[in-house]
């Protein structure tokens, strides 16, 4: 396939990237002149764009952090200079710059280049990149590192980038108390857009957009400050020093305060983040200061591509689109079930005019999890909290103890950054909040950090915890509104990313018994027991062996507390059992089968399908669900095997 015949509509093809097609690793980059480097952003720019139209990714972070990118890796001796990306959604532009750019279009792909920075993939990323708000911690880490084990002069530079939404998490706060006190020459680098993937929310975005500082005043820092560099006045001892006289005099003057030189960290900012000549001149300047500092710098998440900037929330993991219109491609969803997400959204929204107690939370996913049509009609009533998941789950709490009923809805994936308080906080008052976990199970393309494989298993031994996963859709309502009742304490139900299988999913809100999960068809010889929407393989899985195997199946429904009357039946009357869950095995639904029955003096024979006991690639659920032995083939074999005459124990574990 040519360049022209890869992308839709009207762009650059390969002949025209003049610059780019010059630079496979930053030391071709360094050899380009200043002047050159603004053509060179908008070429790769354009490069993301024809790409990303391709072969979906998160693009408008990526677009908006082009000209930062180019500055740090020409000024920067990366890889020995270290870059710490955040997240890392802005960071395909470094990715292309660092020896990747012919891979590029294996990104998120089985077997690709990695959807997040990874030092498994390329020693230019220098850290594990796909939760927020780690950069500082690690940054600050490798540059203590650098003093304690190296020649100070000849240490390597340390370069945190995170983005406005980032910083309002926990952990950055952290990181950012930690550098005011330790010893370091770390750089943090704030790229503010306003956003994280919706609008940036809370305290922080409001004090960065009234934080600024006049051109004049920081030319008039850097000059003082290399004339008392020069002059021997600025060492190590008066550097905190001068710096608190120089915040006190322009808090007098300006009536404002920064809470970074609050901290002693130097600020700088804010400054035109697009203005790549400016960015590589304040680089430079700032590349030789002692002790840390701050660069804040405003984008425009989306910059360069017309439909992102418009659009930004949608645009930031936009799916495929022609380049030359801006149109998405989106495939005609009318007659098609809908996302889970979608589900959860319209039936807290039914849930909530009905129970005027109910209150919805999210951090910083309102569209991703769909709480924005909650949040639509009942605004005084949604809470984004932004990215804090730990605080989410503690104000859910403070809100339940009191009256109210939460919903707090968090990625799987992401609710393990508030494992303590979802136990100190919600689990050991047995509080009323209902802990929706979206994105549950393997997502597919955004990979190990991304896939919701511990909760099941991290949950399970927690008291007071009821805890449940709908096989479809109005499972899904009969649950959620089930969790609402007076009396049913912490629940927490999770769920995947994507569609189900229901198109007709507007079902009876009714309540479902605790602990009880349903006979979905009967059988002799092997008995599956699945939890969640696997349970809808195991259904193909049992249509292909129907007519070799007697198989009885059952959909536990609940984890926590389990069906006994279910374990009992299946502990008489089966030989064989099979469990099925999409977490992983050790842990999870198939280790609570085999204690119970261990514990009730039955001698089965157990074999536990579930994810491997190693971190999991990304690629499409499909393929992931064949590797790891989670697909119908493999439940095919499975029961096979078992219900084989020869029979005595087998293992089929992944």
Same mark, same amino acid.
């Given at each position: 396939?040519?360049?022209e015949?890869?992308?839709?509509?009207?762009?650059?093809?390969?002949?025209?990237?003049?610059?780019?097609?010059?630079?496979?690793?930053?030391?071709?980059?360094?050899?380009?002149?200043?002047?050159?480097?603004?053509?060179?952003?908008?070429?790769?720019?354009?490069?993301i764009?024809?790409?990303?139209?391709?072969?979906?990714?998160?693009?408008?972070?990526?677009?908006?952090?082009?000209e930062? @990118?180019?500055?740090l890796?020409?000024v920067?001796?990366?890889?020995?200079?270290?870059?710490?990306w955040?997240?890392?959604?802005?960071?395909?532009?470094?990715?292309?710059? @660092?020896?990747? *750019?012919?891979?590029?279009?294996?990104?998120?792909?089985?077997?690709?280049?990695h959807?997040?920075?990874?030092?498994?993939?390329?020693?230019?990323?220098?850290?594990?990149?796909?939760?927020?708000?780690?950069?500082?911690?690690?940054?600050?880490?490798?540059?203590?590192?650098?003093?304690?084990?190296?020649?100070?002069?000849?240490a390597?530079?340390?370069?945190?980038?995170?983005?406005?939404?980032?910083?309002?998490?926990?952990?950055?706060?952290?990181?950012?108390?930690?550098?005011?006190?330790?010893?370091?020459?770390?750089?943090?680098?704030?790229?503010?857009?306003?956003?994280?993937?919706?609008?940036?929310?809370?305290?922080?975005?409001?004090?960065?957009?009234?934080?600024?500082?006049?051109?004049t005043?920081?030319?008039?820092r850097?000059?003082?400050?290399?004339?008392?560099?020069?002059?021997?006045?600025?060492?190590?001892?008066?550097?905190k020093?001068?710096?608190?006289?120089?915040?006190?005099?322009?808090?007098?003057?300006?009536?404002?305060?920064?809470?970074?030189?609050?901290?002693?960290?130097?600020?700088?900012?804010?400054?035109?983040?697009?203005?790549?000549?400016?960015?590589?001149?304040?680089?430079?300047?700032?590349?030789?200061?002692?002790?840390?500092?701050?660069l804040?710098?405003?984008?425009?998440?989306?910059?360069?591509?017309e439909?992102?900037?418009?659009?930004?929330?949608?645009?930031?993991?936009?799916?495929?689109?022609?380049?030359?219109?801006?149109?998405?491609?989106?495939?005609d969803?009318?007659?098609?079930?809908?996302?889970?997400?979608?589900?959860f959204?319209h039936?807290?929204?039914?849930?909530?005019?009905?129970?005027?107690?109910?209150?919805?939370?999210?951090?910083?996913?309102?569209?991703?999890?769909?709480?924005?049509?909650?949040?639509?009609?009942?605004?005084?009533?949604?809470?984004?909290?932004?990215?804090?998941?730990?605080?989410?789950v @503690?104000?859910?709490?403070?809100?339940?103890?009191?009256?109210?009923?939460?919903?707090?809805?968090?990625?799987?994936?992401?609710?393990?950054?508030?494992?303590?308080n979802?136990?100190?906080d919600?689990?050991?008052?047995?509080l009323?909040?209902?802990?929706?976990?979206d994105?549950?199970?393997?997502?597919?393309?955004?990979?190990?950090?991304?896939?919701?494989?511990?909760?099941?298993?991290?949950?399970?031994?927690?008291?007071?915890?009821?805890?449940?996963?709908p096989?479809?859709?109005?499972?899904?309502r009969?649950?959620?509104y089930?969790?609402?009742?007076?009396?049913?304490?912490?629940?927490v139900?999770?769920?995947?990313?994507?569609?189900?299988?229901?198109?007709?999913?507007?079902?009876?809100?009714?309540?479902?018994?605790?602990?009880?999960?349903?006979?979905?068809?009967?059988?002799?010889?092997?008995?599956?027991?699945?939890?969640?929407?696997?349970?809808?393989?195991?259904?193909?899985?049992?249509?292909?062996?129907?007519?070799?195997?007697?198989?009885?199946?059952?959909?536990m *429904?609940?984890?926590?507390?389990?069906?006994?009357?279910?374990?009992?039946?299946?502990?008489?009357?089966?030989?064989?059992?099979?469990?099925v869950?999409?977490?992983?095995?050790?842990?999870?639904?198939?280790?609570?089968?085999?204690?119970?029955m261990?514990?009730?003096?039955?001698?089965?024979?157990?074999?536990?399908l579930?994810?491997?006991?190693n971190?999991?690639?990304?690629?499409?659920v499909?393929e992931l669900?064949?590797?790891?032995?989670?697909?119908?083939?493999?439940i095919?074999?499975?029961?096979?095997?078992?219900?084989?005459?020869? @029979?005595?124990?087998?293992?089929?574990?992944?």
């Open positions: 396939m040519t360049v015949e890869k992308y839709t509509g009207s762009q650059q093809v390969e002949e025209d990237f003049k610059l780019l097609k010059q630079i496979k690793y930053p030391d071709d980059l360094r050899k380009l002149r200043v002047d050159q480097l603004p053509e060179l952003c908008k070429e790769l720019r354009q490069d764009v024809n790409e990303l139209s391709v072969n979906p990714g998160h693009l408008a972070s990526s677009l908006g952090a082009v930062l @990118t180019v500055a890796h020409y920067y001796n990366t890889p020995y200079d270290r870059i710490v955040d997240v890392g959604h802005q960071a395909y532009g470094h990715k292309i710059l @660092t020896g990747r *750019r012919e891979q590029f279009c294996t990104n998120r792909k089985l077997h690709g280049i959807p997040f920075p990874t030092p498994e993939e390329s020693p230019y990323d220098t850290f594990m990149c796909g939760h927020a708000s780690n950069s500082i911690s690690a940054a600050l880490g490798m540059a203590v590192a650098a003093k304690v084990t190296g020649d100070e002069d000849h390597p530079n340390v370069v945190a980038v995170i983005g406005d939404g980032a910083m309002s998490g926990g952990l950055a706060f952290e990181g950012l108390n930690n550098v005011s006190s330790s010893p370091n020459n770390l750089l943090i680098i704030l790229n503010d857009n306003n956003m994280s993937i919706d609008r940036s929310v809370g305290g922080m975005k409001q004090y960065l957009l009234n934080l600024s500082t006049t051109k005043y920081n030319a008039i850097f000059k003082a400050s290399k004339w008392l560099k020069q002059r021997g006045y600025l060492n190590d001892d008066r550097r020093g001068i710096i608190r006289l120089s915040n006190a005099i322009k808090s007098a003057i300006s009536h404002q305060q920064n809470i970074f030189e609050g901290m002693n960290i130097r600020y700088f900012g804010p400054f035109d983040g697009h203005n790549v000549v400016e960015i590589v001149r304040l680089l430079r300047q700032m590349k030789d200061m002692k002790g840390p500092k701050l804040h710098l405003h984008t425009t998440k989306g910059k360069g591509y439909p992102a900037e418009k659009a930004a929330t949608v645009w930031h993991a936009p799916g495929k689109f022609d380049v030359g219109t801006g149109e998405r491609i989106v495939k969803s009318s007659n098609q079930p809908p996302k889970f997400q979608d589900v959204g039936t807290l929204l039914e849930l909530a005019q009905q129970n005027p107690r109910i209150v919805g939370v999210t951090p910083a996913m309102p569209t991703g999890c769909s709480m924005n049509i909650m949040m639509k009609e009942l605004p005084d009533r949604t809470f984004d909290v932004g990215i804090a998941e730990g605080h989410a @503690t104000f859910s709490a403070g809100m339940a103890k009191d009256g109210l009923q939460p919903f707090c809805n968090i990625y799987s994936a992401f609710a393990q950054r508030a494992y303590d979802i136990i100190h919600v689990a050991i008052l047995n009323p909040v209902v802990i929706c976990l994105r549950a199970g393997l997502v597919g393309e955004d990979g190990a950090t991304h896939h919701g494989a511990f909760d099941l298993a991290a949950l399970r031994p927690i008291p007071n915890l009821t805890i449940a996963s096989m479809d859709e109005c499972e899904l009969r649950l959620m089930t969790a609402q009742l007076p009396d049913k304490g912490a629940f139900i999770r769920y995947p990313r994507g569609k189900g299988t229901m198109v007709d999913w507007r079902c009876q809100l009714e309540a479902v018994e605790v602990g009880t999960g349903r006979k979905l068809c009967e059988g002799s010889d092997v008995a599956v027991l699945s939890i969640g929407p696997i349970g809808t393989v195991v259904t193909e899985a049992l249509k292909q062996i129907q007519t070799e195997v007697s198989v009885a199946h059952y959909d *429904r609940f984890l926590k507390p389990l069906d006994e009357s279910i374990l009992h039946e299946v502990g008489r009357k089966f030989k064989h059992i099979v469990t869950e999409d977490g992983v095995r050790n842990g999870g639904l198939g280790s609570a089968v085999l204690e119970w261990n514990d009730h003096g039955y001698q089965n024979n157990i074999v536990r579930g994810l491997p006991d971190f999991v690639e990304h690629g499409t499909a669900r064949k590797i790891v032995g989670l697909d119908a083939e493999a095919v074999k499975a029961i096979r095997q078992l219900s084989a005459p020869d @029979t005595q124990h087998v293992s089929l574990n992944t």
